[in-house]
């Protein structure tokens, strides 16, 4: 094969144009099967990792009002949650680790500082015992 100049790729074939494709063909081609052999990430609930889900989730949340989070892990397991805003992560009381429950429940509660950038901003908690992590992220839109 070869590119010829009208950005079209065509076969050694002297004659026949058959094999002529777009280049751009081609490379959406090939990246849709790059894109078939890369691997695909662990779920938390694989071999590897523990389940965490979200059972409270408070959105959308005004500033200055109260924000509410409750995950179900594996029992005993060490938790711990961030909420980014704007790119920086936020540290309000109420948003320390947590261990969860012999039933395997965490919650936390926390004010959402009133200068809290209105928006739609991650909260991910990251759950794990022993060598197995696993972790859960929602959007949490804050109004003013």
Do not use: E
């Not at 949650?81 to 309000?92: C, L, Q, R």
């Amino acid at each position: 094969m070869r590119l010829t100049s009208s950005g079209a790729c065509r076969t050694d074939r002297s004659t026949d144009h058959s094999g002529d494709l777009p280049l751009h063909r081609i490379l959406t081609t090939a990246a849709m099967s790059a894109a078939l052999l890369l691997p695909i990430a662990a779920s938390p609930t694989d071999a590897a990792g523990i389940g965490v889900k979200y059972t409270t989730f408070s959105t959308p949340v005004k500033r200055g009002a109260t924000a509410k989070v409750t995950v179900h892990s594996k029992a005993d397991a060490r938790c711990n949650i961030k909420m980014v805003v704007n790119g920086v992560t936020i540290h309000p009381a109420g948003m320390g680790a947590k261990s969860t429950s012999a039933v395997g429940n965490a919650s936390w509660t926390w004010t959402l500082p009133k200068a809290t950038k209105t928006g739609t901003w991650p909260v991910t908690v990251t759950c794990q015992s022993g060598s197995h992590k696993g972790s859960v992220a929602h959007s949490m839109r804050v109004t003013n």
